[in-house]
């Protein structure tokens, strides 16, 4: 058997922690390694005690999720971040993914989506639950137009036709099996074109990819 992932709670409300921990360590592919009630208390408690997964509220005093994650995934060896959220804080949630998080959770999901979430994320090749993150993201767009660096539509003019095409599937909330029907090819060569949108995006992983697909206008709510 392979090890389990670790996982770290960061919250500050510790009855949120403690049913988080109770759903995790119910799996025998998942473990709490590492809790905390504010972002300066996990990073200092992460230097010492590595983990795979990281859970991370937005707003905490000490130190906030945002802060948190910006200096956490500022490391090339960082965990994966995952920021729990809620619907009013989704200016936060889109700063926390440019800040390096890895996807977004609703803080009121239901206790499969959230171990989905955390398997999907350490895995790195899916976008976390779709239809949410989807969803999550119109609204975001809809609600902070935000104009694109130039850079960004630099790296998208070197994507070629069915790189852009692939961009736009990851971006309705396809996964790689579904993008592979959709487009007639092997599921083998869409992971092929998802590492190289990656790479020229310069995206640490498929949200952001995203992210950067709307903000360019690549994609449209409601498209």
Known sequence: MTDPVRVALVDDQQLVRAGFRMVIDSQPDLTVAVEAGDGAQALRLLADH???VVLMDVRMPTMDGLTATARLTADPDAPRVVVLTTFDLDEYVLEAIRAGASGFLLKDAPPEEMLAAIRTVHRGDAVIAPSTTRR???????????????????ALA??????????????????????????????????????????????????????????????????
């Open 158 to 223: 070197e994507l070629t036709e069915r790189e852009r095409e692939v961009l736009v599937l990851m971006a309705r909330g396809r996964s790689n099996t579904e993008i592979a029907g959709d487009l007639f090819v092997a599921e083998a060569t869409v992971k092929t074109h998802v590492g190289r949108v990656l790479a020229k995006l310069g995206a640490r992983d498929r949200v952001q990819a995203v992210v950067t697909a709307y903000e360019v206008g690549l994609v449209r709510p409601g498209s």
């Open 136 to 154: 999550l993201l119109e609204h975001l767009v809809t609600a902070m137009p935000a104009a694109a660096a130039p850079a960004q539509h630099d």
């Open 50 to 52: 590595p983990v795979d």
